[in-house]
């Protein structure tokens, strides 16, 4: 079962990363671009998974967590209702702790902490070989202490940090707190 937990949990790491993220300030509109800092995670760091039943599918390369599904490194969590951990056919398996992860996709409430840095979805996934994240939503919301975004679209460039911010209709909401600005000697 470690070996199970430890490569999934691995995986499943990557997709925190999105929690260490704020956008910088921009103007709102039908969409806001933007650079996001994404979270250093540490691979000396462990990640804990739980979840309330987990269905190991060798045949069909996946991984299925579900139910209160909440993954914890350092200080960063992510918690789902549902999390399917998707991994190439030559690349291992999860039952060995050694395959290789193409996607991440999680349902039903995503939630997403590092910090002060806090982001809520109805989905997300996170591709692997694209290094692309996408939370979407009615509401996609991204905040850290005041300084509030909403969307129903972000997709982030992991490898770049460049960040989409799209309204799917509308028009994004940006609230920032003017204390929230970093003070220049």
Do not use: W
């Not at 250093?40 to 760091?45: E, F």
């Not at 209160?68 to 291992?92: E, F, H, P």
């Not at 999860?94 to 290789?100: L, R």
């Amino acid at each position: 079962m470690s070996a199970i937990l430890s490569a999934s949990a691995r995986a499943a790491g990557l997709l925190a990363l999105a929690a260490g993220f704020m956008l910088s300030a921009g103007s709102a509109g039908a969409q806001t671009e933007s650079k996001m800092t994404g979270l250093q995670l540490s691979n000396d760091q462990p990640i804990q998974i739980q979840s309330d039943k987990l269905e190991v599918h060798d045949q069909e390369r996946q991984a299925v967590f579900t139910g209160n599904v909440k993954v914890v490194q350092g200080t960063t969590t992510l918690q789902a209702g549902r999390m399917v951990v998707y991994y190439t056919s030559g690349g291992g398996s999860v039952a060995s702790g050694d395959a290789d992860i193409e996607k991440i996709d999680v349902f039903n409430k995503v939630y997403l902490k590092s910090q002060t840095q806090e982001a809520t979805a109805d989905t997300g996934t996170f591709n692997m070989v694209n290094q692309t994240l996408l939370l979407k939503g009615d509401k996609v919301v991204l905040s850290e202490g005041e300084n509030v975004f909403v969307g129903c679209q972000l997709t982030v460039a992991m490898n770049t940090g460049e960040a989409k911010l799209d309204a799917c209709g509308g028009r994004v909401m940006i609230q920032l707190d003017p204390k929230s600005r970093k003070k220049t000697n």
